[in-house]
């Protein structure tokens, strides 16, 4: 009697195991030759751009800062003891440090919109080329939606950073404000530009609302990393591939479920 052996297809992965796979997956392709090479374009772009903020806004931005300081009546107080008992200029350190703490975000979030509205293109080609060749492209006007969203992202992102840095006084909200911005301007901006290529206006408003949690998710492991400097380098290109590999793979099992089974 013949044995007869029955291909079954696994079970798409739910919950957070789909979040662990984008993980998974984008790491085996951000060790592909062409997105290695990749990684410069966001990185060489955030740089200049921080070398360009410096340059231009250093001296304006710290001489306000400094006068911003001689109404800081707590901030006067220690820095007259610390004086006064021979110690060091608080005002030396806080204004130099409050300086990076406004500059170097608005140069990380300009290194994000390179990745989302011109990495992102690149990784969508080179991801449909190998694993989702099934995935079909019904969006419209992508150019124009990931470029407003990317606007508009960007400047919540800046208003809401430098609205609620007096709050980085109270701990721990120095460590909690940060990854709350980066994971939102990971995972508000990173989804659409993931998806907008392939899915029509309907299929991105059900994945949205379908995976808005993991979308979240996403962006709060991205904003953990982006706390060490050394992933900044791989950081941009990386994230992409991780949002990227889950709206595609989501996409693609929206549709199938659509589809009958043979």
Known sequence: MSDFK?????????????????????LVSQCHPKMLLLILMPFLIALVGAIILLWAF??????????????????????QWMLAVGLFSIKLYLIPLLAVAILLPISGILGLVIAAVFVMPLVLKHLEAREYRGVVRHGE????VGGWNALWVSC???AGWLVTMPLWLIPPMPVLLPLFWWAFAFSRMLRVDSVVEHASAKERKLLWRRHNRKYWAMGGILSLINLFPPAWL?????????????????????????????
């Open 6 to 26: 029955i291909a079954v297809r696994p079970e798409p992965a739910t919950g957070l195991a789909a979040v662990g796979l984008a993980f998974k997956r984008a």
């Open 58 to 79: 250093w001296s304006p931005l710290t001489a306000w800062l400094n006068t911003q300081a001689l109404g800081w009546g707590v901030v006067d107080t220690v820095d």
């Open 141 to 144: 006007l992508s150019l124009a």
């Open 156 to 158: 919540i992102f800046i």
């Open 234 to 262: 791989i950081l941009p290109v990386f994230s992409a591939l991780v949002f990227a590999h889950f709206s595609l793979e989501a996409l693609r099992q929206l549709r199938g479920q659509a589809a009958p089974d043979v």
